[in-house]
Every structure is written in structure tokens, then in C-alpha cells.
């Protein structure tokens, strides 16, 4: 019982901040159809910048719960500034272009962006566990757990029912909708559609800086996170299906709650679990479990 519990709860973890960087992608996805590889640098400038804010903050004597509006605060200046710099200056001019030149685009700007994080911010690694200690630890299932961790899974859960109630409560979600069925035809009615796609793109980097300034008291910020953030988030997002919300989760929970089984009962196996099942849903279902197919125009 204690190493279920213990699977369980590294599970929820590890799916909370899958999630967060799956939802922005899978936002970016659904409306200006790009597969962003970059989302995993947007994740790795929140843990960076969050990281180094909150050490400044500690040694100027701050307390410790300023740190958490701290984090905040550096998500959604990542988001809100380095978001819609990406869009309108690089993305905007190649919509209309091929898929695999949009890929080749966005891997550019991801290695471009390593680099500008290497000449900021180092290569030795950043850690900033206080706001990870002062929350304590709680019992789960007997079994004493840190209780940090369970902060991230509430911003997880909170982010997506935010995102859910704006796609299908506000005006602004009926504009998307409508452009990610037939942009032209919004166009055509006039409706804003560059703006969307702005908008649609500073959510998704809001959401990705969100889920690496959250998650950078649990590790070691160093060079190179992004890779594993964005590869974990297309495995995610294969399984769950591009462009869906409750895709995104359930594909967070799948690959959570498999590579804590894994790094349990067969470490060996951990990622090698995660892209069988990948092979699998995509053998027998393309799109994924909530994707759905579509037509392409010729």
C-alpha cells in the first residue's frame, strides 16, 4: 500500500505540471495550427527567470510567501512579453507556409533561445527549494509527502477549468472556436483573426512560463530542460489528441501516473513505457484519444 501511495502521488505530481505545458501547447495547436517546439524554452525562461527572482527576493530579505507571487509574477512577464514577441515577429510571417518549414521555424527559435538563456542566466544550475521546505510535508496514505507539490496540481487544476470556462463561457472562446473551424470564413464575417492568434499564443506561453516557474522549486534549473519538458509534452499530446483540452489532461495523467510506476517498479523502462504507449494510441487511433481527423485542403 505504502508503494501505491507513493506511485499515486508521484503521478498527480508529475501529471500537474505535464498538464500545464500540454495545455498551452495544445492551445497553440488548435488555433494557429503550429506545433511549437519552442513551448519547452517558454517553460525553461519561467523556471530561469522565477528562480533567479525569488533568490534576489530572499537575499534582500524578504519572506518567504512573497516568493510565490514572485513565481507568479515572472510567469506572466515570460508569457506576456517573450508570447507575443514570438507570434508577431517570427510565426505571423509563415501561417500560410508549409508545416514542416513552421517546424523547422519554431526549432530555430528554441535553439536560439537556449543560447540566450546560457549567456543570461549561466550554465551552472539554479535552485531555490525555500518555497518548496516552508510549505511542510502532509500525510497521504500514511506516507509523509512534501506538500509543495500539491500547490502545482491546484494551479493545474485551476488553469484548466480557467481555459475550459474561456473557450465555451466568454466571447473571446467563441472567437477561437470559430476561427479554429474555418479561419477564412471569420475573416470573411470580421472577426480579428491576427489578434486571436496573438492572443491564443500568450495564453499557451503564460501557461508553459506558469508550469516551469511552478516547478522550479522542486529541481535543478540547468541548461537543457527544455529538452525533456518538450518532448514529454508531444508524447502527451500525441496520446491525448492536438487541439484538445481534455486530451491535454488525460494524456497528463497517462504519462504521469506511468513513468512514477515505472521509476518504481522498472526504472529501466521509464521513458521506454511512455513512448509505447505513444506508439500504440497512434497505431490504432492517429489522432489521439480525444483528437479527431481532419480534412486537409488540396
Do not use: C
Amino acid at each position: 500500500m505504502t508503494q501505491l501511495a507513493l506511485i499515486a502521488v508521484g503521478g498527480l505530481f508529475s501529471a500537474s505540471w505535464l498538464f500545464l505545458v500540454s495545455l498551452g501547447l495544445t492551445l497553440i495547436y488548435g488555433v494557429l495550427r503550429v506545433l511549437n517546439v519552442a513551448h519547452g524554452s517558454l517553460y525553461a525562461l519561467g523556471a530561469y527567470l522565477g528562480s533567479s527572482m525569488v533568490l534576489v527576493a530572499l537575499e534582500k530579505g524578504h519572506g518567504v510567501p512573497v516568493s510565490y507571487l514572485i513565481l507568479l509574477g515572472a510567469a506572466l512577464l515570460v508569457g506576456l512579453s517573450v508570447g507575443p514577441f514570438l507570434e508577431r515577429v517570427f510565426l505571423r510571417r509563415i501561417y500560410q507556409k508549409e508545416e514542416v518549414l513552421v517546424l523547422l521555424l519554431t526549432f530555430a527559435i528554441f535553439l536560439m533561445l537556449e543560447d540566450v538563456m546560457k549567456l543570461v542566466w549561466g550554465v551552472q544550475p539554479y535552485v531555490v527549494n525555500a518555497p518548496y521546505v516552508a510549505l511542510g510535508v502532509v500525510k497521504v496514505g500514511g506516507v509523509r509527502q512534501p506538500a509543495y507539490p500539491f500547490l502545482l496540481t491546484g494551479i493545474a487544476v485551476t488553469m484548466g477549468g480557467l481555459v475550459w470556462a474561456g473557450m465555451a463561457r466568454t466571447r473571446f472562446g467563441k472567437l477561437v472556436t470559430s476561427v479554429i473551424e474555418d479561419r477564412e470564413i471569420s475573416a470573411a464575417l470580421g472577426v480579428n483573426v491576427p489578434r486571436i492568434f496573438t492572443g491564443a499564443f500568450t495564453v499557451g506561453a503564460v501557461l508553459a512560463a506558469l508550469g516551469g516557474a511552478f516547478t522550479a522549486p522542486m529541481i535543478s534549473v540547468v541548461p537543457g530542460v527544455a529538452v525533456e519538458v518538450i518532448v514529454l509534452g508531444f508524447a502527451v499530446v500525441a496520446i491525448g489528441g492536438l487541439g484538445s483540452i481534455e486530451g491535454a489532461a488525460l494524456g497528463s495523467l497517462l504519462v504521469g501516473f506511468l513513468r512514477s510506476a515505472s521509476v518504481h517498479l522498472f526504472p529501466e523502462l521509464d521513458l521506454v513505457a511512455i513512448y509505447l504507449v505513444m506508439a500504440l494510441v497512434l497505431l490504432f487511433r492517429p489522432q489521439g484519444l480525444f483528437g479527431r481527423a481532419e480534412m486537409r485542403r488540396v
